[in-house]
């Protein structure tokens, strides 16, 4: 019995996202990765352009392509985009039109506002139309929603180690939707596969910084996402900063709960129904590890895999709940949650390619 | 007209803040290095000890010895303790006794409060009586005390990183003593020359990781000098983080303003009252750098240097008030910052050495 | 139908080239891991004592438990051995009258000559009767040997890099026996999951150094394999150098060819010898990557897979051969030559579980 | 009594060998920095454009300018030239017309003979009339020669860390002026602060490889200088590698002695005769340190410094010396370099600025 199978294209596979997507893709047991393109390597075979993966058998018959939205729908029946935003949204429309699916890794279709897209973007939205028609590529929140989705919208990597987090508590209405604070550690990688001085090698190693105070463009869709979560307009303080890894974010989230604590040790009940919580949310998810015991994330533990970690911790000094996650910015933070959402998307094993 | 001059000897000099105090004491225009003791090395030279250190004329003459407190006293009159807390608590009262002065570098002294040493370093203190008689070594903070002080509790890196940015505002009212949140990151050379498995370089490259949550030891000096500063009960949330860098703290304090922000811009009167207060606190300070414009702080800015830099920011959407610190954690933080107590202790000028 | 299987087991599994082992063996579509051992984590599920796997379904599953040959024999057909040298030997022999299949990762049974052992390892062989029973695990140069192999001796990290971009060269007298030079870096992993200070973090970050110099141990096996490419007893010069990644080694040969380039340019005529040299050996091999263009080989390549790199140059200035290699230590260096062998012994494909 | 002091300047002074000029002529006891010239950062300070400089007093005072050879010859005695090859040359011709002294930075005085330069740099060489007029600028061999230069080559990088250790070897008849192979480790900022992909974080971090094989352009002026140390014309191997440090490099040299070695202990009366070689060429040298014992050259001991370790092993199985190298790139390499020759020229202590 021959293997489901679908194919597949990358639009914009020259960045470190698109080479993940390369990697899960042609890996995959059940897509066949029919196109790639990149205006730069146009021309170029797998294997020349991605050295580490010239010994898999197909990356010398695969070759780089200009990107033809005509061409591709004719190629695939699901199309990734790993394009910069702005640019995503003029390849997203003629698709859809042409009968594939779109996977966009962009920030393009992730917000329902174009005013918000404004805010954040500083360009009007290029097709504000099909805003309405994306479904958020969360697979642990949305996964009904992906499976019969046209347009999935692969979230940002930061808003994944934020949103997964805090969703589930927000819904159980188990910690305050206003005062939240995210305060995140992100890998080189994180800022993409451009020549800017700011990312060689010597600006960042031996180096430890915040940037984009206080208004990260994430904000936006992390903003938007606890809204829905928490059924009121949700403001946060978001803090990235960089440092000297390749891969991972580490985010340190700090709740209020709705109830207090009370000093001078942790309150067993409440840790019970944060643990329920999580429990129910994620005890089944393959891609979701709750950590127990002492044990604190750690992206050493996640690089690599399309995992996040997450535990917590009660503080009864302080009032507050701490959770931290650990994941890998380009999988579970980018391309290994699109693939996630394209093994949904076809009823393949949501597993499928991944493990 | 020959230079003022102190003999000075390190106890325990065979860490990484032991090392940096001996390059700093072997190198400063007004100090002799009378005697380095360490256990592990004692009969050695710091050139054997310390090859990087083997090109100073000085480094083959002096030799590590057993540490041994009278001994001490008759060589230096400066005793530093780079010791493991409840070690160092020995060696100062007989060095004391001897009518040497003592800089500790430990946790040792740096509490007023026996039982709150006891909380959180889990054994009892092992000279209370002397607690009374140090001085906290914060040289922009209690200048003046350090100036006739006998024993000097020198601060630890994560307090130095949190304290310097929020005394100032705390005194000036200017942010609520409550609900302060201080996020830090901090490079490998915290943890000492340990042989332990977590500090290997596989165990910590391409990591990130929280520690100690949620409550670090360094929480009761943090809390005790904020208490003081804010002039009643401060309580704080204090998440450490270890990442792949040699050396470097990097903090980012989230604090409330007394008085709210007018969204939806910033509040340019309040931005005006911290830069005034920040410039009358550390406007003429040598080891202070206030960042401007768009600048953030950057541990590779300030890495091998006694400087703490310093930028804040308002935000209108959460109205809260975000201040970053970046130092060096074996100078500032440790090291420098004890040599910029002795500094002040000797009448030197008290950039000497350190520049 | 059922796929074929075979029960394995990992004695010794706590260190970097265990880690890698129960990595690929948990994921290997032929191999169920029966047994892992160690002492110091024996009563702990894999899941606990390496994080990173916990999400793997059977983490929770497999629990160490102390090594013991005799249980071991009735839980496992082939027993991988990832013990220090000397230890590994005294497992062997137990195993092998069982009738277990071992696959030994140490040093123990790679020479074919006790008394190299002893001068080399400073001490008898402790099993010198099964010296001649081993094969030594390079599937490209032994294969067929491996095939039927009771006793592997999986190669040093070292001596893979070294031996599988000369032999050929050799055996074709290409290059002539005496004279080699192999220069190597190694990424730290290679010392083990040891807790000691030269492998601290901060020792090894921003530092390269050479170690072992003039005479490490992997020389014995490399100018054993190397004598019996050639026919006569080779001596090489080998440096290992210590770099700060956590994985890979790069390995730079200078070789002399047996007749004379033609300067001014390289001497076409050889540089098609050496590649139709190359393609013999390796063309169709799918863990070798010869590589073309003006590619040379890159340890960022090749770490997490099982595949060496190798480049070449002739060089018309010197009339020397330069052969360069890049692999993984943990993998085509140990853990993934291992299972590699294993794939062999079995009959499984030999790639299953390492592409 | 004012100490003695002289006018410098820096054209070109925003690469990593500018940024290390601009910190040791800030802090030189007997230099004043008049002027620093950049085309990009013109009109900016030291203290924005290096923020790590900002605490210096100075760094507020100095401005980068439009590179200006006339006005430069009014500022300063001293120009430091801090640019690409090709265009040292443009500046250095101006200034020597208006009695200026220029230490060059680039490969440009570096050569004797303009064909090379021709063959090395793949363009005529822009002012050949100078090439005789300038002195190689490597104090411990041409020391005599740059106390009245007018016009010094300051050498490259790996040069320096290939003559100091063979010079004296070669000049004392010890080793073999042919079959010289020199196998180095370079750290990333030996490739400038260039935006380029090759040099992010991500492509340099976890990534070991070689480069510019088999013919680098610093083989020149290596060959050149053996050349003339030997007394006939040496050809040698050079293998630059890339390694993930910011600074630093381990340069390890095959040499063979000129007469063998007996085996099988190593030859006690040339290791006599090398040691003494070395005593007498550097025994007070303070800016080689021989190491002894056991000691290995570790980059991590000599970056920050203006030193270059050296220590040698006599192999008595091959026959062959090693001797390995280590310094900092920016320092001993580059800039360091610079300034003990600019100490020498102005009959400043050595040392001076440099300790």
């Not at 915040?210 to 936006?220: D, F």
């Not at 946060?236 to 000297?244: G, K």
């Not at 533990?301 to 302080?318: H, Q, Y």
């Amino acid at each position: 019995m021959k293997k489901p199978s679908v194919k597949v294209a990358i639009v914009g596979a020259s960045g470190y996202s698109g080479e993940e997507l390369v990697r899960l893709l042609l890996n995959h047991p059940h897509a066949e990765l029919a196109a790639v393109t990149s205006r730069h390597y146009a021309g170029q075979t797998v294997a020349q352009v991605f050295p580490k993966f010239a010994s898999h058998p197909k990356s010398k018959a695969v070759r780089f392509t200009e990107p033809n939205a005509d061409l591709l729908a004719k190629q695939a029946q699901i199309v990734f985009l790993a394009l910069p935003h702005g640019v995503a949204a003029e390849y997203a429309g003629p698709l859809l039109a042409h009968g594939c699916q779109v996977i966009d890794l962009s920030a393009d279709f992730r917000l329902k506002s174009a005013e918000l897209y404004r805010e954040f973007y500083a360009h009007d939205h290029p097709a504000p139309d099909l805003l309405n028609k994306s479904v958020y590529g969360l697979p642990e929140i949305y996964r009904a929603h992906i499976q019969d989705a046209l347009l999935v919208a692969s979230p940002g990597c930061y808003p994944t180690s934020v949103l997964l987090p805090t969703i589930p508590l927000l819904r159980a209405g188990l910690v305050q939707p206003h005062g939240i604070i995210a305060d995140a550690l992100s890998g080189v990688s994180g800022a993409g596969r451009k020549a800017e001085v700011d990312y060689l090698f010597c600006e960042c190693h031996e180096s430890a910084r915040p940037y984009s105070v206080p208004k990260h463009r994430h904000l936006s869709e992390i903003e938007e996402q606890l809204s829905l979560a928490a059924g009121s307009h949700v403001t946060i303080q978001f803090t990235p900063h960089l440092i000297p890894v390749n891969r991972g974010i580490l985010t340190t989230l700090y709740l209020a709960p709705t109830r207090g604590l009370a000093a001078p040790n942790d309150n067993p009940a409440l840790n019970l129904e944060i643990r329920d919580c999580y429990q129910a949310a994620y005890g089944k998810e393959p891609f979701v590890r709750l950590l127990d015991g002492k044990a604190l994330p750690d992206t050493k533990n996640v690089v690599g895999t399309n995992v996040l970690e997450l535990a917590w911790r009660l503080d009864p000094r302080t009032g507050r709940l701490l959770v931290m996650s650990a994941e890998d910015n380009l999988l579970k933070g980018a391309s290994g949650q699109a693939v996630q959402s394209m093994n949904i998307m076809c009823g393949f094993p949501e597993t499928a390619g991944l493990m």
